[in-house]
Every structure is written in structure tokens, then in C-alpha cells.
């Protein structure tokens, strides 16, 4: 299961990415088709990777990801709020999240890398 959470999280990470990229080039908001698909393909990650840490009782490094996952999601939703108010988002904001959500990917990548 946790390999299926990197799949979606890496998929869901591409049109983070797209997303960035349009924002701070000015773009006023990214097309919804994608900031749809992206948070799809990232919640469904999420619930995945919750069910495999509570499936399996890892603790430590999933959790760890699984945490930084659920804060970048509170910042998505943040972004949300901003797009749906017509307000442009903060950068800070939108860093803030793409950080959050690599470093999670990260640790759960390097979790699976390492296990046996």
C-alpha cells in the first residue's frame, strides 16, 4: 500500500508542480481541471498511505510523512479558500505547502527504498 500512496503522490505532485509554476508566472489561477485532479490524486494518496500506517503499525517514518502529508493538505485547503474567494494566492502560502508535501514524499520514499 505504501507503494501505491507514492504513486498517487508522485502523480498528484506533477500538477503541484504545474501549479507553481503558472502561479508565479503570474497566472492568476491554475486551470480547475487540474487543481481538481490534484487534489483528488493527493487526498486519495493520503487515505491510502493512512490505511497502510494503520494497517501495517509503522510508526516513526510513515507517520512522520503521513503528518507532513496532512499539514500540506490544511495548506491546500488554505490555497482553496484563496481561489474560491477570487483572491490570488500568497507564494509563501504556496511554497509553504509544496514544501511540506515534498519532504513527506521524501520520507516515505526513503521508508520504502529501505525496507525489506
Keep these: 500500500m505504501f507503494s501505491t500512496a507514492i504513486i498517487l503522490f508522485a502523480v498528484a505532485a506533477l500538477g503541484g508542480a504545474t501549479m507553481a509554476v503558472l502561479h508565479f ?3 492568476a489561477a ?10 483528488l490524486l493527493a487526498a486519495s494518496g493520503l487515505v491510502v498511505l493512512a490505511l497502510a500506517v494503520l494497517r501495517s503499525g509503522a ?3 510513515p507517520a512522520i510523512a ?3 502529508f496532512l499539514l500540506a493538505a490544511l495548506g491546500g485547503f488554505g490555497l ?3 481561489h ?3 483572491r490570488r494566492q500568497p507564494g509563501a ?3 509553504g505547502h509544496g514544501l511540506l508535501a515534498v519532504a513527506g514524499f521524501l520520507l516515505l520514499l526513503a521508508f520504502v527504498a529501505s525496507s525489506p
Design 84 to 86: 474560491l474567494r477570487g
Design 93 to 95: 502560502l504556496v511554497v
Design 59 to 61: 510508526g516513526g517514518t
Design 80 to 82: 482553496l479558500v484563496f
Design 66 to 68: 503521513l503528518g507532513l
Design 25 to 27: 508566472r503570474g497566472r
Design 30 to 39: 491554475p486551470p480547475v481541471v487540474l487543481a481538481v485532479l490534484h487534489g
